[in-house]
T-cell receptor, first 110, second 114 residues
Framework: GENVEQHPSTLSVQEGDSAVIKCTYS??????FPWYKQELGKRPQLIID?????GEKKDQRIAVTLNKTAKHFSLHITETQPEDSAVYFC?????????FGTGTSLTVIP | DSGVTQTPKHLITATGQRVTLRCSPR?????VYWYQQSLDQGLQFLIQ???????AKGNILERFSAQQFPDLHSELNLSSLELGDSALYFC?????????????FGPGTRLTVT
């Protein structure tokens, strides 16, 4: 089955700096890669996603890149703000199953 | 508010017992997914139902079972509970069969097994 690895597990950045979270996957059949943000005590919410036929996608301060050859994808957050502090999960989907990474706890220091 | 509801919000029970968690998807969504979130294991996909039929199975234990009813709500049954089953259980829904597109998560049910 699919195996998704996510790094780092914790990340602290100064407000205004950029944050990068990286994930790798093992199943070349995976074709959809969403990123979820989970604030403390709340439900995961989709922040951005990318399909395997696209190499990069951007939405304001958030961008995701995908390298199918290397089987890795990354989340980039620019101009970080304190409200970006949360746990971020990457996921890979092949068919109907979703496999999540173990999460990255991002802290943005004001 | 995602439109997905889960009950109960909290559940405390003893080892060996059986519990049922309930999920109502967003209006119009046909797929329901169940996830287990433990502190040390992140989000684990358990099972997916689409329009009443099982579509995908993840790391779901044999002691766990689920079903989706004609009105599209779903129940996750956990039996012979162990301490390690203590976790936050999320359900999520999506319009289609899954694989592509956003899943909308419910608020979760926190299960504590004592």
């Amino acid at each position: 089955g699919e195996n998704v690895e996510q790094h780092p597990s914790t990340l602290s950045v100064q407000e205004g700096d950029s944050a990068v979270i990286k994930c790798t996957y093992s199943d070349s059949a995976s074709n959809y890669f969403p990123w979820y943000k989970q604030e403390l005590g709340k439900r995961p919410q989709l922040i951005i996603d990318i399909r395997s036929n696209v190499g990069e996608k951007k939405d304001q301060r958030i961008a995701v890149t995908l390298n199918k050859t290397a089987k890795h994808f990354s989340l980039h957050i620019t101009e970080t703000q304190p409200e970006d502090s949360a746990v971020y999960f990457c996921a890979a989907s092949a068919g109907n199953q979703f496999y999540f990474g173990t999460g990255t706890s991002l802290t943005v220091i004001p | 508010d995602s439109g997905v509801t889960q009950t109960p919000k909290h559940l405390i029970t003893a080892t060996g017992q059986r519990v049922t968690l309930r999920c109502s998807p967003r209006s119009g969504d046909l797929s329901v997914y169940w996830y287990q979130q433990s502190l040390d294991q992140g989000l684990q996909f358990l099972i997916q139902y689409y329009n009443g039929e099982e579509r995908a199975k993840g790391n779901i234990l044999e002691r766990f079972s689920a079903q989706q009813f004609p009105d599209l709500h779903s129940e996750l049954n956990l039996s012979s509970l162990e301490l390690g089953d203590s976790a936050l259980y999320f359900c999520a829904s999506s319009p289609g069969t899954g694989g592509l597109g956003e899943q909308y998560f419910g608020p979760g049910t926190r299960l504590t097994v004592t």
